[in-house]
């Protein structure tokens, strides 16, 4: 079975331009979770998508969006890019949602200038 | 409340040695702690996972200890090896099983190095 796919895989943006990250999740799981990784705050819980609906959203502003499609492929978008906002984006697939095993693609590094 | 506290930041074991990492929780309603393995330029992957109903669980070389009195958990790698040098990441979820309001949050993770 193909794992967990990111694309891209490195982006840089400018400060205040938009970014589209992009998650195709194991055949068969119907839920993807996006994560910020950082040096300082660790692994952090963007939101969840299960079945195209969004399940759950941690703290994180508005200008963080996601959705999912109805093969459930999911996109993330980050508008109005901040400094701040450079991580790496990770998205994990799993078959019941975060309170069951996570399957983690590598990630998109986001760089912001 | 909804914090997950991780330690050590870093550790340094000998190879063959016991490699200890502990996790504190606040949120008693969390029902699920997994530990996940990530090696540089890699997503995490899940290596073990425990549910509050037991207080111990084993996978070959690694084994989770939880305290649900103490609100503590705990990852053991025994005879640990090179190759095990990665960053370990501790977690708690909750799973509301009425609404599917699933969350979850990670330690800030440890950094394992074992000397060969």
């Known amino acids: 079975k193909a794992g967990v796919t990111q694309t891209p895989r490195y982006l840089i943006k400018t400060r205040g331009q938009q970014v589209t990250l992009s998650c195709s999740p194991i055949?068969?799981?119907?839920?993807v979770s996006w994560y910020q990784q950082t040096p300082g705050q660790g692994l952090q819980f963007l939101f969840e998508?299960?079945?195209?609906?969004?399940?759950n959203k941690g703290n994180f502003p508005g200008r963080f969006s996601g959705r999912q499609f109805s093969n459930s492929r999911s996109e993330m978008n980050v508008s109005t890019l901040e400094l701040g906002d450079s991580a790496l984006y990770l998205c994990?697939?799993?078959?019941?949602?975060?309170?069951?095993?996570?399957?983690f693609g590598n990630g998109t590094r986001l760089t912001v200038t | 409340q909804q914090q997950v506290k991780q330690s050590p930041q870093s550790l340094i074991v000998q190879k063959g040695g016991i490699s200890i990492i502990n996790c504190a929780y606040e949120?008693?309603?969390?029902?699920?702690f997994p530990w996940y393995q990530q090696f540089p330029g890699k997503g995490p992957a899940l290596l073990i996972a425990?549910?509050?109903?037991?207080s111990e669980k084993k996978e070959g070389r690694f084994t989770i200890s939880f305290n649900k009195s103490a609100k503590q958990f705990s990852l053991h790698i025994m005879d640990s090896q090179p190759g095990d040098s990665a960053t370990y990441f501790c977690?708690?979820?909750?799973?509301?099983?009425?609404?599917?309001?699933?969350?979850?949050?990670f330690g800030k993770g440890t950094r394992l190095h074992i000397l060969p």
């Open positions: 949120n008693t309603a969390f029902d699920y």
């Open positions: 998508y299960f079945s195209e609906t969004q399940r």
């Open positions: 425990i549910r509050p109903d037991v």
């Open positions: 994990a697939s799993s078959l019941q949602g975060t309170n069951s095993p996570l399957h």
């Open positions: 977690a708690a979820s909750i799973g509301l099983r009425m609404n599917r309001d699933d969350k979850i949050i």
């Open positions: 055949s068969g799981h119907r839920s």
